[in-house]
């Protein structure tokens, strides 16, 4: 399979910024991550997650190089300020799977349609070819048109859909599953 089309523009848009997250910006990331747990099938945790528990996952993902962004209003925005994070991780904890990483992305619902997503899955682009990986790997809950349309504007294809393997809200959850060749 060839390389994919190159990303849209990868300039945020005006009012968003993005930077490395810091634990600081924690109490925002559980707030927007609760966000999705509580209310949509974004993610399929049935349980709210804590700062004391998201604390290691942002130390270990820093410590293995692995981005954890964050976009906020601007340069000199406050910890509190967060409009969304994203990060990417091992795909599966295999020798074979070393070039491939699997992202995750979750945008505050008052600022969703503003551009946060389409920064920060360019953020994650970026830094993904920067450490010369291969492919990122998108899992997204089918009915969630928003988050594949954005992944498939990106160049994602999908290659694969995993019918009724996930349960959340009395119903039964299909995962698609998009890559993208990176080089």
């Known amino acids: 399979m060839p390389a994919s089309p190159p990303p849209p523009a990868s300039r945020p848009p005006p009012g968003v ?7 600081a910006d924690l109490p925002r990331i559980v707030t927007i991550l609760n966000e999705a747990i509580i209310h949509t099938t974004a993610v ?12 290691p996952w942002l130390a270990d993902r820093q410590a293995r190089g692995f981005p954890v962004l964050v976009a906020t209003p601007g340069p000199d925005a406050l910890p ?8 990417y991780g091992d795909f599966r904890p295999f020798a074979g799977y070393l070039h491939t990483v699997e992202n995750s992305l979750y945008v505050d619902e008052a600022a969703r349609g503003r551009g946060v997503g389409t920064a920060l899955l360019s953020a994650l682009l970026a830094r993904a070819t920067a450490a010369r990986l291969h492919v ?9 048109l928003t988050s594949i349309r954005l992944h498939q504007r990106f160049g994602f294809q999908e290659t694969g859909r995993l019918r ?15 890559q993208k060749i990176l080089s």
């Open 44 to 55: 399929w945790s049935l349980e709210p997650t804590s700062v004391a528990a998201r604390t």
């Open 17 to 23: 910024h993005i930077r490395e997250a810091n634990a």
């Open 164 to 178: 009724q393997v996930g349960r959340k809200f009395d119903r039964w959850l299909d995962l698609v599953f998009l």
């Open 136 to 144: 990122m790997i998108a899992g997204i809950e089918a009915s969630n």
């Open 80 to 87: 509190g300020e967060v409009l969304g994070f994203a990060s």
